[in-house]
């Protein structure tokens, strides 16, 4: 496994569509993460996985955003009914969880979003 | 709740010259602290982390940072700057699960020949 892969790397789409991000995290970790990064600002966390429970989710997310991790593998983040302020890139994390988990990030490249 | 501040949004440094990157954090117990890289078009790379002993921390790439409690600080320093440093740099302090990670705004880094 060479790292987490994220899908796809760029989309445009018009306000109020729905799109749709995969991630597939390095096959070993058990933990998954997404986070938001518009320009000039550091990834705002969104939502944590451990296996395929979802254990938290920030308050950023509304209700128009949804994410999945069926059987702890790969996960999804969906986006209903887009706004031109969801433009931004999307990014994919994964960790491995063990006694002496130091928290350390292995991230994707983003999926670059643009809401015209 | 967990803070990270980088007074910084941009430095310029010349080639061969030192660097140091100030990151501030707020948390209230003992924090994980990291310093990230991310170079156009590639997904944020770990360059170093702290979570206890030695408060001088080496990493990859000839960085390393040294946590000092009473300031709060985890600043990022490196001897001699190559062209190829040029990138965004974030710091990021996490909680002793590491679930939540949260990060700085960011420093980008110039280099000039």
Known sequence: ?116 | AQSVTQPDIHITVSEGASLELRCNYSYGATPYLFWYVQSPGQGLQLLLKYFSGDTLVQGIKGFEAEFKRSQSSFNLRKPSVHWSDAAEYFCAVGDTGGFKTIFGAGTRLFVKA
């Not at chain 1, 593998?73 to 969906?78: A, G, M, R, V």
């Not at chain 1, 130091?102 to 979003?113: A, I, M, N, Q, V």
Request: charged share 25%; proline share 3%.
């Open chain 1, 1 to 116: 496994d060479t790292g987490v892969s994220q899908d796809p790397r760029h989309k445009i789409t018009k306000r109020g569509q729905n799109v749709t991000f995969r991630c597939d995290p390095i096959s070993e970790h058990n933990r998954l993460y997404w986070y938001r990064q518009t320009l000039g600002q550091g990834p705002e966390f969104l939502t944590y996985f451990q296996n395929e429970a979802q254990l938290e989710k920030s308050r950023l997310l509304s209700d128009r955003f949804s994410a999945e991790r069926p059987k702890g593998s790969f996960s999804t983040l969906e986006i209903q009914r887009t706004e031109q302020g969801d433009s931004a890139m999307y990014l994919c994390a994964s960790s491995l969880s063990t006694g002496t988990n130091t928290g350390e990030l292995f991230f994707g490249e983003g999926s670059r979003l643009t809401v015209l």
